[in-house]
C-alpha cells in the first residue's frame, strides 16, 4: 500500500500564491509518474499536472504557464507551485501516484484551495 498525504491548501486572494506538497508513504520503492488533479464542485475531476520519475513534466492548458510541478524521490514527495491564483482554480486538489509493479493507482484525500475575488 501507498498513503499520499497533501498539504498546503487553504484561502487566497486572487493572484496569490499556494503551494501544495504531497508525501508518499508505505509501499514506495516502485513509484512511477506523479501527478495533481483537481476537482471543483460539481465538476470531473481533471488532471492539473503530472511528473514523471525522472522528472519529465506535462501541464493542463489551464496551469501553463502559472503551476510548476516538482519532485524529490529522495523525500518522496511531488509539490505543486501555484501563482497567478484566479477563482476558477477552486477546487480539491488531489495527489496521484501509480505504482508500477504490482501495478497500482494510488490517490491522497485531497486538500482545498479556495481564491476569492
Known amino acids: 500500500q501507498v498513503q499520499l498525504l497533501e498539504s498546503g491548501g487553504g484561502l487566497v486572494q486572487t493572484g496569490g500564491s499556494l503551494r501544495l506538497s504531497c508525501a508518499a508513504s508505505?509501499?514506495?520503492?516502485?513509484?512511477?509518474?506523479m501527478a495533481w488533479y483537481r476537482q471543483a464542485p460539481g465538476k470531473q475531476r481533471d488532471l492539473v499536472a503530472t511528473?514523471?520519475?525522472?522528472?519529465?513534466?506535462t501541464y493542463a492548458d489551464s496551469g501553463k504557464g502559472r503551476f510548476t510541478i516538482s519532485r524529490d524521490n529522495a523525500k518522496n514527495m511531488v509539490t505543486l507551485q501555484m501563482n497567478s491564483l484566479n477563482p476558477e482554480d477552486t477546487a480539491v486538489y488531489y495527489c496521484?501516484?501509480?505504482?508500477?509493479?504490482?501495478?497500482?493507482?494510488?490517490w491522497g484525500q485531497g486538500t482545498q484551495v479556495t481564491v476569492s475575488s
Open positions: 496521484y501516484a501509480r505504482r508500477l509493479f504490482p501495478p497500482q493507482d494510488y
Open positions: 511528473i514523471t520519475r525522472d522528472g519529465r513534466t
Open positions: 508505505g509501499s514506495i520503492r516502485n513509484l512511477g509518474n
